[in-house]
Protein backbone atom coordinates (compact mmCIF):
# COMPACT_ATOMS: atom_id res chain seq x y z
CA UNK A 1 0.00 0.00 0.00
CA UNK A 2 1.15 3.89 0.36
CA UNK A 3 5.11 3.58 1.60
CA UNK A 4 5.33 7.15 4.24
CA UNK A 5 9.02 8.51 4.01
CA UNK A 6 9.79 10.81 6.80
CA UNK A 7 11.66 13.65 5.46
CA UNK A 8 14.39 16.10 6.16
CA UNK A 9 12.22 19.07 5.43
CA UNK A 10 13.02 22.38 4.72
CA UNK A 11 11.51 25.26 6.59
CA UNK A 12 11.46 28.77 7.64
CA UNK A 13 13.79 30.18 9.90
CA UNK A 14 11.90 31.85 12.42
CA UNK A 15 15.31 33.91 13.43
CA UNK A 16 15.32 35.31 10.14
CA UNK A 17 11.90 35.71 9.27
CA UNK A 18 9.58 37.26 12.29
CA UNK A 19 5.82 36.62 10.93
CA UNK A 20 5.02 33.60 9.17
CA UNK A 21 1.57 34.73 8.63
CA UNK A 22 3.34 37.13 5.71
CA UNK A 23 5.56 34.51 3.96
CA UNK A 24 2.65 31.63 3.66
CA UNK A 25 0.23 31.62 0.63
CA UNK A 26 -2.91 29.33 -0.12
CA UNK A 27 -1.95 26.93 -2.72
CA UNK A 28 -0.62 28.08 -6.53
CA UNK A 29 -4.23 27.41 -8.21
CA UNK A 30 -6.13 29.39 -6.40
CA UNK A 31 -4.53 32.79 -6.65
CA UNK A 32 -5.55 35.34 -8.87
CA UNK A 33 -3.14 38.05 -9.87
CA UNK A 34 -4.63 40.47 -7.69
CA UNK A 35 -3.37 38.32 -4.70
CA UNK A 36 -0.17 37.28 -6.12
CA UNK A 37 0.80 40.95 -6.00
CA UNK A 38 -0.24 41.41 -2.11
CA UNK A 39 1.54 38.58 -1.42
CA UNK A 40 4.96 39.81 -3.37
CA UNK A 41 4.40 42.98 -1.52
CA UNK A 42 3.82 41.26 1.97
CA UNK A 43 7.48 40.03 2.94
CA UNK A 44 10.26 39.93 0.23
CA UNK A 45 10.68 36.29 1.36
CA UNK A 46 7.15 35.15 0.39
CA UNK A 47 7.24 31.83 -0.96
CA UNK A 48 4.72 33.18 -3.59
CA UNK A 49 8.33 33.69 -5.75
CA UNK A 50 8.84 30.48 -5.49
CA UNK A 51 5.77 28.79 -6.16
CA UNK A 52 3.95 31.21 -8.46
CA UNK A 53 6.43 33.66 -9.66
CA UNK A 54 5.18 36.65 -11.68
CA UNK A 55 5.92 36.89 -15.76
CA UNK A 56 7.43 39.98 -17.21
CA UNK A 57 7.36 41.06 -20.98
CA UNK A 58 11.15 40.40 -21.12
CA UNK A 59 11.12 36.81 -19.98
CA UNK A 60 13.04 34.46 -21.74
CA UNK A 61 14.91 31.13 -21.93
CA UNK A 62 17.60 32.17 -19.27
CA UNK A 63 14.94 34.66 -17.22
CA UNK A 64 11.56 33.46 -16.43
CA UNK A 65 9.45 32.55 -13.42
CA UNK A 66 10.97 29.52 -12.65
CA UNK A 67 14.91 30.64 -12.91
CA UNK A 68 14.07 33.13 -10.96
CA UNK A 69 12.23 31.04 -8.24
CA UNK A 70 15.51 28.58 -8.75
CA UNK A 71 17.70 31.62 -7.90
CA UNK A 72 15.87 32.67 -4.81
CA UNK A 73 15.26 29.33 -3.47
CA UNK A 74 19.43 28.58 -3.83
CA UNK A 75 19.47 32.56 -2.28
CA UNK A 76 16.97 31.63 0.81
CA UNK A 77 18.96 28.89 2.08
CA UNK A 78 22.53 30.70 1.60
CA UNK A 79 21.33 32.90 4.03
CA UNK A 80 19.32 30.62 6.37
CA UNK A 81 16.01 31.83 5.28
CA UNK A 82 15.35 28.88 4.88
CA UNK A 83 17.21 26.07 6.96
CA UNK A 84 16.82 22.15 6.68
CA UNK A 85 15.48 19.94 9.54
CA UNK A 86 18.47 17.90 10.53
CA UNK A 87 16.96 14.74 11.07
CA UNK A 88 14.09 12.97 9.28
CA UNK A 89 10.44 14.13 10.11
CA UNK A 90 6.96 13.78 10.25
CA UNK A 91 4.98 17.13 10.90
CA UNK A 92 2.21 17.21 13.23
CA UNK A 93 -0.32 19.28 11.57
CA UNK A 94 -3.40 21.48 12.96
CA UNK A 95 -5.85 23.60 10.68
CA UNK A 96 -8.00 25.70 13.54
CA UNK A 97 -11.16 27.34 11.30
CA UNK A 98 -14.55 28.43 11.29
CA UNK A 99 -17.34 27.57 9.25
CA UNK A 100 -20.85 29.30 9.95
CA UNK A 101 -19.99 30.43 13.64
CA UNK A 102 -18.42 27.12 14.84
CA UNK A 103 -14.92 26.21 15.47
CA UNK A 104 -13.15 23.23 13.98
CA UNK A 105 -10.21 21.36 14.15
CA UNK A 106 -8.89 19.24 11.57
CA UNK A 107 -5.64 17.25 11.99
CA UNK A 108 -3.10 15.86 9.56
CA UNK A 109 0.57 14.85 9.42
CA UNK A 110 2.70 16.14 6.45
CA UNK A 111 5.26 13.78 4.85
CA UNK A 112 6.80 12.33 1.82
CA UNK A 113 4.97 9.56 -0.15
CA UNK A 114 7.10 7.31 -1.87
CA UNK A 115 5.42 7.79 -5.92
CA UNK A 116 4.16 5.21 -7.95
CA UNK A 117 1.58 5.37 -10.68
CA UNK A 118 -2.41 4.85 -10.15
CA UNK A 119 -2.47 1.73 -11.70
CA UNK A 120 -1.13 -0.03 -8.66
CA UNK A 121 -3.86 0.40 -6.55
CA UNK A 122 -2.09 1.87 -3.57
CA UNK A 123 -2.37 6.05 -4.44
CA UNK A 124 -5.99 6.61 -5.44
CA UNK A 125 -6.97 9.71 -7.93
CA UNK A 126 -10.38 10.83 -7.77
CA UNK A 127 -10.55 13.52 -10.44
CA UNK A 128 -9.12 14.05 -14.21
CA UNK A 129 -6.38 16.34 -14.50
CA UNK A 130 -5.67 19.02 -17.48
CA UNK A 131 -1.95 19.32 -19.38
CA UNK A 132 -1.55 22.77 -19.04
CA UNK A 133 -0.62 23.16 -15.18
CA UNK A 134 0.93 20.05 -15.04
CA UNK A 135 3.34 21.32 -17.75
CA UNK A 136 3.75 24.77 -15.61
CA UNK A 137 4.40 22.64 -12.10
CA UNK A 138 6.97 20.53 -14.15
CA UNK A 139 9.00 23.25 -15.36
CA UNK A 140 9.33 24.83 -11.88
CA UNK A 141 10.31 21.04 -10.51
CA UNK A 142 13.20 20.58 -13.26
CA UNK A 143 14.41 24.22 -11.61
CA UNK A 144 13.53 24.16 -8.30
CA UNK A 145 14.29 20.54 -7.53
CA UNK A 146 11.88 20.79 -4.57
CA UNK A 147 7.99 20.38 -3.61
CA UNK A 148 6.82 23.63 -2.30
CA UNK A 149 3.06 22.73 -1.73
CA UNK A 150 1.66 19.72 -0.22
CA UNK A 151 -0.74 17.32 -2.31
CA UNK A 152 -3.85 16.59 0.04
CA UNK A 153 -3.98 12.99 0.58
CA UNK A 154 -6.69 11.00 2.80
CA UNK A 155 -6.20 7.53 4.70
CA UNK A 156 -8.73 5.89 6.53
CA UNK A 157 -7.77 5.12 10.63
CA UNK A 158 -11.01 4.76 12.57
CA UNK A 159 -9.39 3.84 15.48
CA UNK A 160 -7.08 7.39 15.14
CA UNK A 161 -3.83 5.10 15.74
CA UNK A 162 -1.77 7.86 13.97
CA UNK A 163 -2.78 10.76 15.45
CA UNK A 164 -2.64 9.45 18.71
CA UNK A 165 0.90 7.92 18.13
CA UNK A 166 2.31 11.74 16.81
CA UNK A 167 0.13 13.45 19.33
CA UNK A 168 1.73 11.67 22.26
CA UNK A 169 5.39 12.25 20.72
CA UNK A 170 4.85 15.80 20.69
CA UNK A 171 4.60 15.18 24.82
CA UNK A 172 2.40 18.34 24.92
CA UNK A 173 5.03 20.86 24.05
CA UNK A 174 3.94 24.02 22.39
CA UNK A 175 4.01 24.34 18.46
CA UNK A 176 7.04 24.55 16.80
CA UNK A 177 5.02 26.93 14.32
CA UNK A 178 2.11 28.74 15.13
CA UNK A 179 0.70 31.40 13.12
CA UNK A 180 -3.10 32.80 11.99
CA UNK A 181 -3.04 33.76 8.48
CA UNK A 182 -5.11 36.13 6.37
CA UNK A 183 -8.36 34.02 6.51
CA UNK A 184 -8.13 33.82 10.38
CA UNK A 185 -7.17 30.22 10.18
CA UNK A 186 -4.48 29.14 12.66
CA UNK A 187 -2.10 26.95 11.89
CA UNK A 188 -0.09 24.61 14.15
CA UNK A 189 2.89 22.62 13.14
CA UNK A 190 4.92 20.51 15.80
CA UNK A 191 8.56 18.46 14.21
CA UNK A 192 7.96 14.90 15.17
CA UNK A 193 11.56 12.96 14.63
CA UNK A 194 11.16 10.22 17.35
CA UNK A 195 12.47 7.32 15.82
CA UNK A 196 9.83 4.49 17.43
CA UNK A 197 6.74 7.23 16.85
CA UNK A 198 7.95 7.21 13.29
CA UNK A 199 8.07 3.45 12.81
CA UNK A 200 4.71 3.38 13.96
CA UNK A 201 2.94 5.64 11.70
CA UNK A 202 5.16 4.44 8.84
CA UNK A 203 4.49 0.78 9.64
CA UNK A 204 0.74 1.54 10.21
CA UNK A 205 0.41 2.85 6.77
CA UNK A 206 1.68 0.31 4.82
CA UNK A 207 -1.42 -1.21 5.24
CA UNK A 208 -2.98 1.76 3.59
CA UNK A 209 -4.36 3.36 0.43
CA UNK A 210 -4.00 7.06 0.23
CA UNK A 211 -7.19 8.46 -1.79
CA UNK A 212 -5.82 12.13 -3.20
CA UNK A 213 -8.18 14.26 -2.06
CA UNK A 214 -6.66 17.65 -3.64
CA UNK A 215 -3.48 18.31 -5.65
CA UNK A 216 -3.57 15.62 -8.37
CA UNK A 217 -1.55 18.17 -10.89
CA UNK A 218 1.13 18.42 -8.07
CA UNK A 219 1.13 14.49 -8.28
CA UNK A 220 1.34 13.31 -11.67
CA UNK A 221 4.09 16.11 -12.33
CA UNK A 222 6.00 14.71 -9.16
CA UNK A 223 5.73 11.46 -10.45
CA UNK A 224 6.55 12.33 -14.31
CA UNK A 225 9.47 14.11 -12.70
CA UNK A 226 10.64 10.80 -10.85
CA UNK A 227 10.17 8.77 -13.90
CA UNK A 228 11.90 11.44 -15.87
CA UNK A 229 15.06 11.25 -13.22
CA UNK A 230 15.01 7.98 -13.13
CA UNK A 231 15.56 7.64 -16.87
CA UNK A 232 19.12 9.56 -16.67
CA UNK A 233 19.84 7.18 -13.94
CA UNK A 234 19.18 9.61 -11.12
CA UNK A 235 17.83 8.84 -7.96
CA UNK A 236 16.47 10.71 -4.66
CA UNK A 237 13.46 11.92 -7.05
CA UNK A 238 10.44 9.46 -6.07
CA UNK A 239 8.79 11.20 -3.35
CA UNK A 240 6.04 13.95 -3.39
CA UNK A 241 5.13 16.50 -0.66
CA UNK A 242 1.98 15.20 1.02
CA UNK A 243 -0.43 16.19 3.47
CA UNK A 244 -2.78 13.18 5.00
CA UNK A 245 -5.39 13.34 6.77
CA UNK A 246 -7.89 10.90 8.67
CA UNK A 247 -11.32 10.48 6.79
CA UNK A 248 -12.68 9.84 10.24
CA UNK A 249 -11.64 13.06 11.45
CA UNK A 250 -14.37 15.73 12.67
CA UNK A 251 -12.66 18.71 10.96
CA UNK A 252 -12.41 16.95 7.87
CA UNK A 253 -15.37 18.94 5.49
CA UNK A 254 -16.18 19.15 2.00
CA UNK A 255 -18.03 21.72 0.57
CA UNK A 256 -20.38 21.97 -2.36
CA UNK A 257 -19.65 24.03 -5.80
CA UNK A 258 -22.96 25.32 -7.00
CA UNK A 259 -23.93 25.53 -10.56
CA UNK A 260 -24.83 28.77 -12.36
CA UNK A 261 -26.75 28.84 -16.21
CA UNK A 262 -25.71 31.49 -18.37
CA UNK A 263 -26.28 32.19 -22.40
CA UNK A 264 -29.16 29.36 -22.76
CA UNK A 265 -30.64 31.15 -26.27
CA UNK A 266 -34.42 30.81 -25.83
CA UNK A 267 -34.78 29.05 -21.98
CA UNK A 268 -38.06 27.90 -21.98
CA UNK A 269 -38.38 27.42 -18.29
CA UNK A 270 -42.24 26.13 -18.26
CA UNK A 271 -40.66 23.21 -20.70
CA UNK A 272 -37.31 22.58 -18.18
CA UNK A 273 -39.85 22.30 -15.26
CA UNK A 274 -42.11 19.67 -17.36
CA UNK A 275 -39.31 17.87 -17.77
CA UNK A 276 -38.23 17.79 -14.05
CA UNK A 277 -41.22 16.81 -12.93
CA UNK A 278 -40.85 13.35 -14.86
CA UNK A 279 -38.06 12.73 -12.40
CA UNK A 280 -38.23 14.85 -9.38
CA UNK A 281 -41.20 16.16 -6.72
CA UNK A 282 -40.85 20.09 -7.44
CA UNK A 283 -41.52 22.24 -4.43
CA UNK A 284 -41.66 26.07 -4.73
CA UNK A 285 -40.48 28.74 -2.28
CA UNK A 286 -41.32 32.19 -3.69
CA UNK A 287 -38.94 34.77 -2.11
CA UNK A 288 -40.47 38.15 -2.65
CA UNK A 289 -38.52 41.39 -3.55
CA UNK A 290 -37.87 43.91 -0.65
CA UNK A 291 -39.24 41.83 2.56
CA UNK A 292 -37.51 41.66 5.62
CA UNK A 293 -38.23 37.83 5.98
CA UNK A 294 -36.50 36.59 2.31
CA UNK A 295 -33.35 36.16 4.18
CA UNK A 296 -35.28 33.87 6.75
CA UNK A 297 -37.19 31.67 3.80
CA UNK A 298 -33.81 31.51 2.25
CA UNK A 299 -32.25 30.19 5.52
CA UNK A 300 -34.78 27.65 6.22
CA UNK A 301 -35.33 26.45 2.59
CA UNK A 302 -31.41 25.27 2.69
CA UNK A 303 -31.85 23.82 6.02
CA UNK A 304 -34.79 21.60 3.85
CA UNK A 305 -32.12 20.93 1.51
CA UNK A 306 -29.70 19.66 3.70
CA UNK A 307 -32.20 17.73 5.28
CA UNK A 308 -33.45 16.42 2.05
CA UNK A 309 -30.37 15.53 1.28
CA UNK A 310 -30.27 12.73 4.31
CA UNK A 311 -32.19 10.82 2.95
CA UNK A 312 -31.93 11.15 -0.96
CA UNK A 313 -31.24 13.04 -3.84
CA UNK A 314 -32.30 17.01 -3.47
CA UNK A 315 -30.84 19.54 -5.60
CA UNK A 316 -32.22 23.49 -4.94
CA UNK A 317 -33.09 25.75 -8.00
CA UNK A 318 -33.71 29.07 -8.56
CA UNK A 319 -34.86 31.11 -11.30
CA UNK A 320 -35.86 34.91 -12.36
CA UNK A 321 -39.31 34.49 -11.39
CA UNK A 322 -37.17 34.76 -7.77
CA UNK A 323 -38.40 31.76 -6.41
CA UNK A 324 -36.59 28.61 -5.35
CA UNK A 325 -37.38 25.55 -5.98
CA UNK A 326 -36.96 22.03 -4.01
CA UNK A 327 -35.94 19.15 -6.17
CA UNK A 328 -36.18 15.45 -4.45
CA UNK A 329 -36.04 12.77 -6.40
CA UNK A 330 -39.01 10.36 -7.06
CA UNK A 331 -38.42 7.18 -5.04
CA UNK A 332 -39.09 5.20 -8.59
CA UNK A 333 -36.19 6.61 -10.25
CA UNK A 334 -33.29 5.44 -10.25
CA UNK A 335 -30.24 7.31 -11.13
CA UNK A 336 -28.32 3.67 -11.75
CA UNK A 337 -31.28 3.35 -14.38
CA UNK A 338 -31.06 6.87 -15.74
CA UNK A 339 -26.92 7.74 -15.90
CA UNK A 340 -24.20 5.84 -18.05
CA UNK A 341 -23.83 2.48 -17.31
CA UNK A 342 -20.19 2.09 -18.47
CA UNK A 343 -19.98 4.01 -15.16
CA UNK A 344 -19.20 3.30 -11.88
CA UNK A 345 -22.26 2.45 -9.61
CA UNK A 346 -20.31 4.84 -7.10
CA UNK A 347 -20.20 7.42 -9.76
CA UNK A 348 -23.81 7.29 -10.60
CA UNK A 349 -25.11 7.37 -7.04
CA UNK A 350 -23.15 11.15 -6.82
CA UNK A 351 -25.80 14.10 -7.05
CA UNK A 352 -23.47 16.15 -8.58
CA UNK A 353 -23.66 13.01 -11.60
CA UNK A 354 -27.44 13.38 -11.62
CA UNK A 355 -27.39 17.29 -11.85
CA UNK A 356 -24.82 17.26 -14.50
CA UNK A 357 -25.48 14.76 -16.77
CA UNK A 358 -29.58 14.45 -16.09
CA UNK A 359 -30.39 17.96 -15.56
CA UNK A 360 -28.04 19.81 -17.47
CA UNK A 361 -27.02 17.75 -20.31
CA UNK A 362 -29.86 16.29 -21.04
CA UNK A 363 -32.39 18.68 -19.95
CA UNK A 364 -30.87 21.97 -21.05
CA UNK A 365 -27.96 20.79 -23.60
CA UNK A 366 -24.64 21.47 -21.24
CA UNK A 367 -22.79 18.61 -22.04
CA UNK A 368 -19.26 17.26 -21.08
CA UNK A 369 -17.31 19.94 -23.76
CA UNK A 370 -19.64 23.25 -22.42
CA UNK A 371 -19.11 22.49 -18.74
CA UNK A 372 -15.20 22.40 -19.37
CA UNK A 373 -15.00 25.72 -21.46
CA UNK A 374 -17.87 27.22 -19.34
CA UNK A 375 -19.43 29.05 -22.06
CA UNK A 376 -22.85 27.98 -20.43
CA UNK A 377 -21.70 27.02 -16.58
CA UNK A 378 -19.85 29.24 -13.89
CA UNK A 379 -19.22 27.40 -10.38
CA UNK A 380 -19.61 29.19 -6.86
CA UNK A 381 -19.30 27.99 -3.66
CA UNK A 382 -21.37 30.90 -2.27
CA UNK A 383 -25.38 30.70 -2.19
CA UNK A 384 -25.65 34.08 -1.60
CA UNK A 385 -23.46 35.06 -5.24
CA UNK A 386 -25.49 32.32 -7.34
CA UNK A 387 -28.95 34.30 -5.89
CA UNK A 388 -27.39 37.67 -6.68
CA UNK A 389 -26.45 36.59 -10.21
CA UNK A 390 -29.28 35.18 -10.97
CA UNK A 391 -31.37 38.46 -9.48
CA UNK A 392 -29.22 40.49 -11.36
CA UNK A 393 -29.43 39.27 -14.33
CA UNK A 394 -26.27 37.82 -15.33
CA UNK A 395 -26.97 34.58 -14.71
CA UNK A 396 -30.41 32.46 -15.90
CA UNK A 397 -30.35 29.82 -13.55
CA UNK A 398 -28.90 28.78 -9.85
CA UNK A 399 -28.32 25.02 -9.28
CA UNK A 400 -28.21 24.09 -5.29
CA UNK A 401 -26.21 21.08 -4.16
CA UNK A 402 -25.43 19.25 -1.16
CA UNK A 403 -21.65 18.67 0.16
CA UNK A 404 -20.27 15.18 -1.63
CA UNK A 405 -19.25 13.19 0.98
CA UNK A 406 -15.95 11.92 1.88
CA UNK A 407 -17.15 8.13 1.73
CA UNK A 408 -18.61 8.54 -1.80
CA UNK A 409 -15.29 10.27 -2.81
CA UNK A 410 -13.17 7.28 -1.77
CA UNK A 411 -16.10 4.66 -3.51
CA UNK A 412 -15.37 6.41 -6.73
CA UNK A 413 -11.69 6.34 -6.59
CA UNK A 414 -11.89 2.49 -5.64
CA UNK A 415 -13.80 1.66 -8.17
CA UNK A 416 -10.90 3.45 -10.83
CA UNK A 417 -13.27 6.02 -11.52
CA UNK A 418 -13.25 9.70 -11.46
CA UNK A 419 -15.76 12.12 -9.90
CA UNK A 420 -17.41 14.69 -12.41
CA UNK A 421 -15.63 18.30 -12.23
CA UNK A 422 -15.87 20.67 -9.61
CA UNK A 423 -17.47 17.59 -7.30
CA UNK A 424 -15.46 18.57 -3.95
CA UNK A 425 -14.21 21.79 -2.49
CA UNK A 426 -12.25 20.41 0.29
CA UNK A 427 -12.37 23.03 2.99
CA UNK A 428 -9.91 24.54 4.42
CA UNK A 429 -7.30 24.52 1.93
CA UNK A 430 -3.58 23.69 2.51
CA UNK A 431 -1.17 26.32 3.77
CA UNK A 432 1.39 26.67 1.64
CA UNK A 433 5.25 27.43 2.93
CA UNK A 434 5.17 25.41 6.06
CA UNK A 435 7.24 22.73 4.64
CA UNK A 436 9.51 22.02 1.78
CA UNK A 437 10.49 18.64 0.16
CA UNK A 438 13.92 18.59 -1.37
CA UNK A 439 14.82 15.91 -4.34
CA UNK A 440 17.82 14.93 -4.93
CA UNK A 441 19.29 15.37 -1.55
Known sequence: MA???????????????????????????????????????????????????????????????????????????????????????????????DLRGEKKVRTGFICG????????????PHEETLSKPKADRLQLMRACQANFSPVFGLYADAENLINQTLSEARQNRPADVEFTDEAGETHRLWVITDPTALTTVVNYMANKPVYIADG??????????????QSQGLTGYDTVLMTLVNLYDPGML????????????????????????????????????????????????????????????????????????????RPECS?????????????????????????LDQMLGIGSEQRKNQDHLTYT????????????????????LNPTQVEEVTAVAAAGDKMPQKSTYFYPKLITGLVINPLGK
Not at 216 to 229: I, Q
Open 3 to 97: TVIPIRGIRYNRAKVGDLSQVVTPPYDIIDSVAQARYYANDPSNIIRLELGQIFAQDDEKNNRYTRAASYFTRWQEEEILVREEKPALYLYEQEF
Open 254 to 329: ILPTHRLVKNIRNLDFPRLKEQLNAYFDLKAFPIPAGKEENQQIITDFFKLLEEKGKSGHAFGMYSRDRVLYLLTM
Open 216 to 229: HHRYETALSYAEEM
Open 335 to 359: PQDLLDPKRSAAWRNLDVAILDNLI
Open 381 to 400: RSEEEALNLVNSGVDQLAFF
Open 113 to 124: IHLEPYSKGNIL
